[in-house]
């Protein structure tokens, strides 16, 4: 699933090509892409067509776009969800769910496409009063560690009232957003932190390496345009990323940890996998 660096890449795409547009028409190829719209496929079409889309925005792994002052078009990309512009002429993708073209002269038109089926598009009102337009479903999502408005003593007050385990926490998008599977074992592992660390044994000098390493480990994967282990995650142009070559952790089993030599790890966990040097990330006692 596309984490935060990856749909960073894609709001900042979107953000280029088609904040500004004026939607002309919208295709609904699948409805199972709409099925978070309340209304039903016609009423999502009918809310897009006509409509101005505003700056693109970002809250974790969700994006949205204002439409007006009371309505926002929100997306989310699931497993493999891709926002792709496209020049209208080319051939429509096999898994095209959504088609959107718009009234200007670029030539380029907005397409949804997902394989999987999980992403989707919707039509909601915004949170009342939020200023960038937040769309109210998202209202429970944590502000994610690389907004300026994200409250480092105030998570890690909440990461100590928590009373799990530091893997779980970070994954968990009502206390931070945008740390999936990836990420959380690549700042674990620079912090050199096991992922069944329990949160209560946090001490806030800990818990600020660890947001620092979340930030760095977020700002590499970036400047790379993301992680692709596969062609499930492009860009709005259809491109890759190229993190996946810089990973010290995640993905590395049984090659030598970066820092000890001792080969990495991997261990089933909450149905994915944890990848950890044994020797940098020593399992708290209760774990082993």
Same mark, same amino acid.
């Given at each position: 699933m596309p984490e /935060?660096?990856? !749909?960073e890449v894609v709001r900042r795409g979107l953000a280029r090509w088609v904040s500004g547009r004026t939607v002309d028409e919208v295709t609904v190829l699948h409805? *199972?892409? !709409?099925? #978070?719209?309340? $209304?039903?496929? &016609?009423?999502?079409? +009918? *809310? /897009?067509?006509g409509a101005t %889309?505003?700056?693109?925005? #970002? *809250?974790? +792994?969700? /994006?949205? %776009?204002? /439409?007006? &002052?009371?309505?926002?078009?929100?997306?989310?990309?699931?497993?493999?969800?891709?926002? %792709? !512009?496209r020049p209208a002429p080319e051939p429509p993708e096999t898994h095209l769910r959504v088609r959107m073209t718009f009234t200007d002269s670029q030539g380029t038109e907005l397409r949804f496409v997902d394989q999987r089926t999980f992403g989707?598009?919707? @039509?909601?009102?915004p @949170? $009342?009063?939020?200023?960038?337009?937040?769309?109210?479903? %998202?209202?429970?999502?944590? *502000?994610?560690?690389?907004?300026? $408005?994200?409250?480092?003593?105030?998570?890690?007050a909440a990461l100590r009232r928590k009373r799990t385990t530091i893997k779980r926490a970070l994954l968990d998008q009502s206390l931070i957003s945008g740390v999936g599977n990836i990420y959380a074992d690549e700042a674990l592992w620079r912090t050199k932190l096991h992922y069944e660390r329990p949160t209560a044994s946090m001490t806030r000098p800990r818990t600020a390496e660890l947001l620092t390493h979340i930030r760095e480990v977020m700002g590499d994967a970036l400047a790379a345009g993301g992680t692709s282990f596969d062609s499930l995650y492009v860009n709005v142009n259809g491109e890759s990323g190229y993190f996946d070559r810089?990973?010290?952790?995640?993905?590395?089993e049984d090659r030598p940890c970066r820092r000890c030599g001792t080969p990495i790890r991997r261990r089933a966990w909450m149905n994915r996998s944890s990848y950890f040097c044994p020797r940098c990330q020593p399992a708290p006692r209760a774990a082993s």
């Open positions: /935060l660096p990856e !749909v409805n *199972r892409a !709409v099925r #978070r719209h309340p $209304a039903g496929p &016609e009423d999502f079409v +009918k *809310r /897009l067509q %889309l505003g700056p693109a925005h #970002r *809250r974790g +792994k969700y /994006l949205w %776009l204002p /439409l007006t &002052e009371d309505l926002t078009l929100a997306a989310h990309l699931g497993m493999s969800g891709q926002f %792709l !512009v989707g598009l919707s @039509v909601h009102e @949170v $009342a009063g939020d200023p960038e337009g937040l769309p109210y479903p %998202l209202a429970h999502i944590a *502000r994610d560690p690389i907004d300026e $408005a994200f409250d480092d003593d105030a998570f890690h810089s990973l010290d952790a995640y993905g590395r």
